[in-house]
DNA sequence: GTCCAGGGTGAAA
DNA sequence: TTTCACCCTGGA
């Protein structure tokens, strides 16, 4: 039997799995926001703790996450190696960016360019591309708690990974396809349903590993593929390319973004949200994602009057 | 309880 | 290119 070997995070994990004992690491990465990055409107299934810890499914396996505000450490359920997990989870937290030249593009910017110099990251993930694409299916003219309800639900058609109403593997493009509208529709998603079950089926036509492979496909290349599919407009679009596909250009651009782009750089308010974000991929480049994750969140403040 | 907005999209006009 | 319905849930 191996112990974890921080006794904090085996406290965190007996809380998951009683009983099961649990190893944890630190990952090489600066400290960051963890509300804000994983339960910040970019995932859909890190569910916060009281202890200020984040717990959620990465693939097949559970984790928690947790920060003292100089290193950001993951526990998990025994049964990965510490080098497995490792690479599993700086590639999720995409540990290799940048962060001196991520701060040197953004951080003179209005409005949140202090943030980013100032306060701990806002960090883009990169998520597994068809849980991503299902959640922001689900995410259009919907708020956050909502979605995280259907994403749940939808979790829930995948293989039980731990006791609790949110540890289920993501199910697999056919078990969603087989499910149905109807099915998708009883468990909360409403038209949602008839969108991502018309996508589902459109995948599993797809070659294996063709939606993988859009990450060796160019921005536009990529976009138009996705567009394709049933309840994939741009936006949509743009989340998955930026937050599992490894397109930093995208530039989701959604009703609070747009608003953010009017206040602070005086864009005019009946700008086409297409000409949004091709201003975007001209001011920001490759860390257009990243810029949107910080004016979403400055339009998010704004407003709840933070 | 009522009302409105919600990380938009697809189809019709 | 622009307008409009859409399922239904949170939050005020």
């Given at each position: 039997m191996v112990v974890g070997d921080s006794r904090l995070s085996l406290e965190l994990m007996s809380q998951i799995v009683d009983g099961v004992v649990v190893k944890s690491l630190q990952i090489d990465v600066e400290p960051f926001d963890l509300s804000q990055t994983l339960d910040g409107g970019q995932a859909f299934r890190w569910y916060p703790c009281e202890d200020g810890t984040f717990r959620g499914v990465v693939g097949t396996r559970i984790l928690s996450v947790s920060g003292d505000g100089k290193t950001v450490s993951v526990a998990w359920v025994d049964g990965g190696s510490k080098g497995e997990v490792r690479k599993e989870v700086e590639?999720?937290?995409?540990?290799?960016?940048?962060?001196?030249?991520?701060?040197?593009?953004?951080?003179?910017?209005?409005?949140?360019?202090?943030?980013?110099?100032?306060?701990?990251?806002?960090?883009?993930?990169?998520?597994?591309?068809?849980?991503?694409?299902?959640?922001?299916?689900?995410?259009?003219?919907?708020?956050?708690?909502?979605?995280?309800?259907?994403?749940?639900?939808?979790?829930?058609?995948?293989?039980?990974?731990?006791?609790?109403?949110?540890?289920?593997e993501f199910p697999?493009?056919?078990?969603?396809?087989?499910?149905?509208?109807?099915?998708?529709?009883?468990?909360?998603?409403?038209?949602?349903?008839?969108?991502?079950?018309?996508?589902?089926?459109?995948?599993?036509?797809?070659?294996?590993?063709?939606?993988?492979?859009?990450?060796?496909?160019?921005?536009?290349?990529?976009?138009?593929?996705?567009?394709?599919?049933?309840?994939?407009?741009?936006?949509?679009?743009?989340?998955?390319?930026?937050?599992?596909?490894?397109?930093?250009?995208?530039?989701?651009?959604?009703?609070h973004v747009r608003r953010a782009a009017i206040r602070l750089y005086g864009l005019n308010e009946d700008v086409k949200n297409d000409a949004v974000g091709e201003w975007a991929r001209d001011r920001f480049g490759r860390y257009a994602a990243w810029a949107q994750l910080y004016m979403f969140r400055d339009e998010i403040n704004r407003r709840s009057g933070g």
């Open positions: 590639d999720y937290f995409l540990a290799d960016t940048n962060v001196d030249d991520l701060r040197s593009v953004l951080s003179s910017e209005p409005g949140f360019g202090e943030y980013v110099a100032t306060m701990p990251l806002i960090r883009v993930m990169r998520q597994e591309p068809w849980e991503c694409l299902a959640a922001f299916i689900c995410s259009q003219n919907s708020n956050i708690p909502r979605i995280k309800k259907m994403v749940a639900s939808v979790a829930r058609m995948g293989r039980r990974l731990g006791e609790e109403d949110w540890a289920f697999e493009v056919d078990i969603v396809a087989d499910a149905g509208e109807e099915y998708l529709r009883s468990v909360g998603l409403g038209y949602r349903g008839k969108h991502l079950a018309l996508t589902a089926q459109a995948l599993v036509g797809w070659g294996d590993g063709e939606l993988m492979g859009l990450r060796d496909a160019s921005y536009y290349e990529a976009k138009d593929a996705l567009m394709e599919l049933q309840g994939v407009g741009p936006k949509v679009a743009d989340c998955v390319l930026a937050y599992s596909l490894d397109k930093g250009e995208a530039f989701p651009v959604d009703v």
